[in-house]
């Protein structure tokens, strides 16, 4: 027997879930930077092999436009070089076409049909590519065709940088929410099939871009705290996703995702498994899901190998967490959404 073989048969071994009595319990992550940034870079051809391993069938596999222009900054990230006409589009192009090449070597498959998330639901690995932040756009919709095209199936509106589609939880309010463009983009990923996330907007963003949404959108990664973030708090507490607009996505049939900052709830996997059932009782199984943000996390993050998702799944499991809810959460709630938008595709 092969040394990879006998070590994939030796984790799906250790791995109780992919063998129980209770059958396959399928894996999504909706928010992944794995190999894509400064971390696992040399595993990226491995990935198909880790996502098989684990039984992890579907990764947002994002890239970050706005990357090279962020850094530290006073009280958490933020912006720190000049951003000419541009240079967003050029950044995600070479990011985007680093994936592609990646996806190439490591046997994984990119998602573009409703088909395509069935399929990932029985086992074989895929990716939803994905952009964290619209501002690759730069106010316009012109190259928006190019990037369903090129497999973008998740657009996040707003990241780090201010931009010309909405304001974002780390920067001092300037548009009240969206701004038009920003609204028309809403309708605009509508119409294409592809996902709206609302990760890093605001409150006001989030209720604009309810009002405009056809189809269930989703907040793909932090964590949930009695009172909305303001844009000034320290560190991770401006990321915090107050319970008032969890719940307003929720009701609109999206979903939200725990990111594995473990400042944020409790250390360990452990503490990751506790935080999601917490998340199940303020919103409901239904709305609730994994968004990782392996390898964009700084020091503190409890998720740092694709295999950790199933260690969560066996921790929830191990706390007497059903296995209709552990389904949900573990891959229905974000394929769900995802299948939604590329079904409300009408151009």
Known sequence: MKRRSFLAGSLVAALPSLNSAQGF????????????????????????????????????????????????????????????????????????????RG????????????????????????????????????????????????????????????????????????HGGLTAFGKELVGALNQKGILVDLAHSTTAAIDHALAVSKVPIIWSHSYIADAPSNWNAAGYRSRALGLKDAKKIADSGGAVGLWSLGPSFGRGIDGYAAEIMRMINLIGADHVMFGSDQDGLPEGAVINQVSDLRKVVEALSKSGVGEKVIRAVAFENYARCLKAAMQGRSV
């Open 103 to 174: 996806l190439r070597v490591n046997g994984v498959k990119v998602i573009k049909s409703v088909e395509d998330v069935e399929q990932a639901a029985t086992g074989t690995p895929y990716v939803c590519l994905t952009s964290e932040g619209a501002d690759f756009l730069e106010g316009t919709l012109d190259s928006l065709g190019k990037a369903y095209d090129d497999g973008i199936r998740h657009v996040q509106l707003v990241h780090y940088i201010k931009n010309a589609v909405g304001d974002l939880q780390t920067e001092r309010p300037d």
């Open 25 to 100: 319990i399928p894996i999504a992550d909706a928010h992944n930077h794995f190999g894509l940034l400064r971390r696992n870079t040399e595993s990226v051809p491995l990935l198909g092999q880790l996502m098989k391993d684990s039984g992890v069938c579907l990764i947002s596999w994002a890239v970050v436009p706005d990357g090279p222009f962020i850094g530290i900054v006073s009280g958490g990230l933020g912006q720190v070089r000049t951003v000419n006409r541009g240079d967003l589009r050029a950044s995600f192009d070479r990011q985007l076409g680093a994936a592609l």
